[in-house]
């Protein structure tokens, strides 16, 4: 059975810093491309970044990019995000997404990032 | 990018009712790499429509997707109690993915 399992979310002030992870199992997770998608309280989706499956290519939405930093580790089977210099308006559900081409998306259950004083 | 736009913003409707959602895109999507996902309070989308018109594993078969190019619908034959919930489409063939504003479908 396919298991995205994200982590490392919470509570931290404007500015801070947060690393998210997911772990994956039920696949062969050096295979696919994953990605990490946001949704702010009460709003619909955001995709935030993308990473191929070497992680040799990588994509940012504009509104994280140079604050925002996606990697991986296949051996370790999990997805990272390492998210600093954070503003009110990143607070969301950060979901971990893979990439299943014509298949579609499969999606974690998500970690609350809340960003406050 | 590819701007998703869906409508109607809110759908309200009685169980046993005939649901019908579009999402239309600002230009055509990929190979119709176009999804569709239920949200309920609380969770994470749940897949239920991939490549326009397949089925996800599990999704019963009162929910239809259609359509081509640049617009598609979702259809839910007879809604039951549970299918009340948000809708939202995507389209993945094309980077960066993008999502539409979703359909609230509402128990009338």
């Known amino acids: 059975e396919v298991q995205l399992v994200e982590s490392g979310g919470g509570l931290v002030q404007p500015g801070g810093s947060l690393r998210l992870s997911c772990a994956a199992s039920g696949f062969t997770f050096s295979s696919f491309e994953m990605n990490w998608v946001r949704q702010a309280p009460g709003k619909g989706l955001e995709w935030v970044s993308y990473i191929s499956s070497r992680g040799s290519t990588i994509y940012y939405a504009d509104s994280v990019k140079g604050r925002f930093t996606i990697s991986r580790d296949n051996a370790k089977n999990s997805l990272y995000l390492q998210m600093n210099s954070l503003r009110a308006e990143d607070t969301a559900v950060y979901y971990c997404a893979k990439d299943g081409g014509w298949f579609g998306v499969f999606w974690g259950q998500g970690t609350l990032v809340t960003v406050s004083s | 990018e590819i701007v998703l736009t869906q409508s109607p913003g809110t759908l309200s409707l009685s169980p046993g009712e005939r649901a019908t959602l579009s999402c239309r895109a600002s230009q055509s999507v990929s190979s119709n790499y176009l999804a569709w996902y239920q949200q309920k309070p609380g969770q994470a989308p749940r897949l239920l429509i991939y490549g326009a018109s397949s089925r996800a594993t599990g999704i019963p078969d009162r929910f239809s997707g259609s359509g081509s190019g640049t617009d598609f619908t979702l259809t839910i034959s007879r809604l039951e109690p549970e299918d009340f919930a948000v809708y939202y489409c995507?389209?993945?063939?094309?980077?960066?993915?993008?999502f539409g504003q979703g359909t609230k479908v509402e128990i009338k």
């Open positions: 995507q389209q993945y063939g094309s980077s960066p993915w993008t």
